[in-house]
């Protein structure tokens, strides 16, 4: 299972990640809402655990972003030392599946992650699609047409955020430090990478669903 912390205090973050680990989960972390946003909204978590009063973003515009913007089902357990009626009421409607009082222990932190988890396990499957392009992002199996396509990891990466920001434009740069962070290769690789997964998804078929925009990036769809 992997979670992802949107925490601003250094302290109770690591605190938060150290405890989780022990416990087998993966987790992944970000200091601020848009940070945690950029990341729920780019890869693939099985439950976010959302602090409210972050910088960028607050919780609540995160939560009611990946809810109504970006439609995602990820549960969502909001922290906060706000505990008036008026907030929690406020944190539901936002999207959140649980909310949960600082100072909290954090057993009770961890029983109510695997409440949360065992709810959503019956929910649908988890899929990205496009036109007739999917991704179930539980078995990374891609399709298009019902035709399964051969994606290495890569492309697969690249394809996984181009499809969850859709029909958006995805720059160059966010694309790059996405596959690799600050360790940029020296050769052109994502020309090459772009290459290949066009082949993949568009090549053998009529209709081109991925679009090079000179000077501004790429995207993913099937409008003109």
Known sequence: MRLLVIEDNPDIRANLIDYLELRGYTVDAAHSGTLGLELATTQSFDLIL????????????VASKLRNEWQSTTPIIM???????????????????????????LEELAARIEVVLKRSSGAVARRLQVADLTLDLDTLVVTREGQPLHIKNAELTILT?????????VSRQTIEEHLWGEDMP????????????????DKPFSRPLLHTLRGQGYRLTDEM
């Open 50 to 61: 959302l602090d409210l009063m972050l910088p960028g973003l607050s919780g609540y515009s």
């Open 79 to 105: 922290l906060t030392a706000r505990d008036a009626l008026d907030d929690r009421l406020l944190g539901f409607d936002s999207g959140a599946d649980d909310y949960l009082i600082k100072p909290f222990a």
């Open 161 to 169: 955020l181009l499809m969850r920001k859709s029909p958006h434009i």
């Open 186 to 201: 020296d050769s052109d690789s994502l020309r090459t990478h772009i290459y290949n997964l066009r082949n993949a998804i």
